[in-house]
């Protein structure tokens, strides 16, 4: 049983747009969230963090929204740039951040 | 310096070799993981050294031998590997206890079993 989701495996975004990829998780546990960005031939980078005690990150373009009622946290990117394109992935933590759950990852495609 | 150093980039090993893939950080962390990615999946935790001792194996099978023989330095050792075992080998590092922490990755050793 997948404990983080992302049911989108793919988005495409006209460059300019607002981004936003989803991210669903079933365990209460979970205190610190992550996304990650993917380019292909590449490890995953850190983008930006949320803990539980929050409900908003913001870094530049980049913002993380978490609601722990709905266990869903969503990432924004605005505006989209052709260089956004990758593949994002939502990951949590439940123990200090010693173990991350990663979710299967939202393919980014941002049109120019 | 927040980078996390695999080496090699690329490798190709027979079955019957034996090889090691190594990880630095000099970032002062205590956590490090040892991550598989197939492609077109996410990466699959296997094993994480908190302190330099094992703390999580993901019964991942004996032919993967990590080892860590201090806060700096994690390997990979690997015997006997099969085709399936053909992957991005991820490796990173957190803080690893107390309070809000994210990791950092290495670029990766590709590796090919034949």
């Known amino acids: 049983d997948q404990q983080v989701k992302q049911n989108s495996p793919s988005l495409s975004v006209q460059e300019g747009r607002i981004s936003i990829l989803n991210c669903d998780y079933t365990?209460?546990?979970?205190?610190?969230f992550l996304w990650y960005k993917k380019y292909p031939a590449e490890g995953p980078t850190f983008l930006i963090s949320?803990?539980?005690?929050?409900d908003k990150n913001e870094d530049g373009r980049f913002t993380v929204f978490l609601n722990k009622s709905a266990k869903h946290l969503s990432l924004h990117i605005v505006p989209s740039q052709p260089g956004d394109s990758a593949v994002y992935f939502c990951?949590?933590?439940?123990?200090?951040?010693?173990?991350?759950?990663f979710g299967p990852g939202t393919r980014l495609s941002v049109l120019p | 310096d927040t980078e996390v150093t695999q080496t090699p980039k690329h490798l190709v090993m027979g079955m019957t070799n034996k090889k090691s893939l190594k990880c630095e950080q000099h970032?002062?962390?205590?956590?490090m993981y040892w991550y598989k990615q197939k492609a077109k999946k996410p990466p699959e935790l296997m094993f994480v050294?908190?302190?330099?001792?094992?703390?999580i194996n993901e019964s991942v099978p004996s032919r993967f031998s990590p080892e860590c023989p201090n806060s700096s330095l994690l390997n990979l050792h690997l015997h006997a590997l099969q085709p399936e075992d053909s992957a991005l080998y991820l490796c990173?590092?957190?803080?690893?206890?107390?309070?809000?922490?994210?990791?950092?990755f290495g670029q990766g050793t590709r590796l090919t079993v034949v």
């Open positions: 990951a949590a933590s439940a123990d200090y951040g010693q173990n991350f759950v």
């Open positions: 949320i803990s539980s005690i929050k």
């Open positions: 990173a590092s957190s803080k690893g206890t107390g309070g809000d922490t994210e990791a950092f």
């Open positions: 970032m002062g962390h205590r956590a």
């Open positions: 365990n209460s546990m979970f205190d610190y």
């Open positions: 050294y908190s302190y330099e001792k094992l703390s």
